[in-house]
């Protein structure tokens, strides 16, 4: 089925104030670029801010600037959908660090050259910080809801914590409150690809042509890896060869499985900085909300009106079930309004972005009140 | 809205107004649903069908996917005006631990069980032998939840070894009340409000 495309608008503020940043620097001239579908009501009450994940962007509905691909999440934003883009306005923003628009690493310093790794070092907190910036810009007190997956929801639970007066509600899912020493690790396999890779020169790269591809790429199979279930791959793959009925005794892309990561990896480098994967990598890697307030994460949710939903899911060995737990019960603990579901489905981590029709009910679900 | 189950019906014509609900065992969260909208109750719920708890948040309300055995040492002491376990407790591993933890999280506890001790169920077993099926326990004995069968009185009994107190009794057949007398014989469901 065709469906007519979404009517997205693209924007790009600039924050009138530097973004003070959690690493202790403040960072001037801040691009933020966002899209946005619906109308926004007349007393602005209907605005529901999406989180995107780490090498998302922010057409959550609308085709892919680079690739030309639906939306990331166009099954769950639009007239009639889940978000429904008819009763809500849907804004999602490329976060700081970005490379779809927002300040990121390839942006322009002050002196006209890219920062590179003079970029600073931020956090999730800061992203946020970035987008409130946003809502501020609209005239937005407080949102119907905030929503995310993966990184989103990192984003979302940040939202909730630190600015508990804007939004009424928070959906999290497939998330976690803290990264673990497994999601550091990957994540460290990745990074320590693209420094390896010669044409990284310590992120000097632009303007030099093709940056760090094979690095990045490298970086984007291992992480692919993670996105998936054992079981999902087994099926999709298994042991089936590519192109070929023999094995051919060299390093060729033999399996399917092999040739698929080849693919995954190199398509990424085409619409992806490396650097920018460095920084929002550890910005994930930093990410410890019960750090951020005492060491008790329940005390990140005293100041909290919102009602929370989490969702995991059961193939998720990313962030899994337990994660999600944990801060549900946390919620709990805080005397928040809090729901929790762990859904089954077959496609690992990167579930929350395919078809579960299950969690789409929960999603119309609990933003419709 | 669709009528509620007799037993829910009689839990939710006394709950206190405006009070804060933990059902345990919500299922679709019928009975939540009626609080919330009839008796602006803080409602919340437990339940551990992952699609119960779907439709669920889908009506709005707050419910944890979760195990009445296990996962409600997660909530903290008298954090609910009351807890309710409807038609759940016979299915927990250890009904009597779960009834302390009711009375924790839970200043009174309302319990609702089928009583195993109806006169049917007597008959199913001293005429066939057999363990009953009938109109109100529909499933065979190897494939029901039911792993703890209990009588109104077993229940009354672990109620005075536990030195709880009755605040409430209510016993069903059908949607018929029957008297306390009888209800040993001829309730098919029975509802108890407790207090420590």
Known sequence: MVEPALHAQSHVLELAQPLALDGGQQLGGVRVAYETYGQLDAVRSNAVMIFHALTGDQCVASPHPITGKPGWWVRMVGPGKPIDTDRFFVICANVLGGCYGSTGPASAGPDGEPYAMRFPVITIRDMVRAQVGVLDALGIEQLHAVVGGSMGGMQALSFAANWPERTRAALVIASTARHSAQNIAFHEVGRQAIMADPKWKGGDYYGSGKGPEKGLSVARMAAHITYLSEEGMHEKFGRKLQDRTEKTFGFDADFQVESYLRHQGLSFTDRFDANSYLYITRAMDYFDLAEEHGGRLADAFRASKARFCLVSFDTDWLYPTAESRTIAHALNAAGAPVSFVELSAPFGHDSFLLDVPALDRVIEGFLKQ | ?196
């Open chain 2, 1 to 196: 809205m669709s009528a509620l189950r007799p037993d829910l019906a009689v839990i939710a014509a006394n709950v206190a107004p405006g009070s804060r609900v933990l059902d345990i065992g919500c299922g679709d969260g019928a009975l939540l649903a009626a609080l919330r909208d009839g008796k602006q109750v803080d409602a919340r719920g437990m339940e551990l069908d992952p699609h119960d708890v779907a439709e669920c948040v889908a009506k709005g309300l707050s419910v944890m996917q979760g195990d009445a055995d296990t996962d409600l040492v997660d909530y903290p002491d008298a954090a609910f005006d009351y807890a309710i376990l409807s038609q759940t407790l016979q299915t927990t591993k250890r009904p009597d631990k779960v009834l302390d933890e009711l009375l924790r999280v839970g200043r009174k506890a309302f319990v609702s069980f089928p009583n195993f001790g109806h006169w049917r169920v007597r008959a199913s077993l001293l005429w066939h032998g057999r363990m009953p099926v009938t109109r109100l326990l529909p499933v065979a004995w190897y494939e029901t939840p039911n792993i703890h069968h209990v009588t109104v009185s077993d229940f009354r009994d672990l109620v005075a070894a536990k030195h709880l107190t009755v605040e409430g009794a209510w016993f069903l057949s059908g949607d018929k009340r029957i008297s306390d007398a009888a209800a040993s014989w001829r309730a098919e469901h029975a509802v108890f409000l407790l207090s420590r």
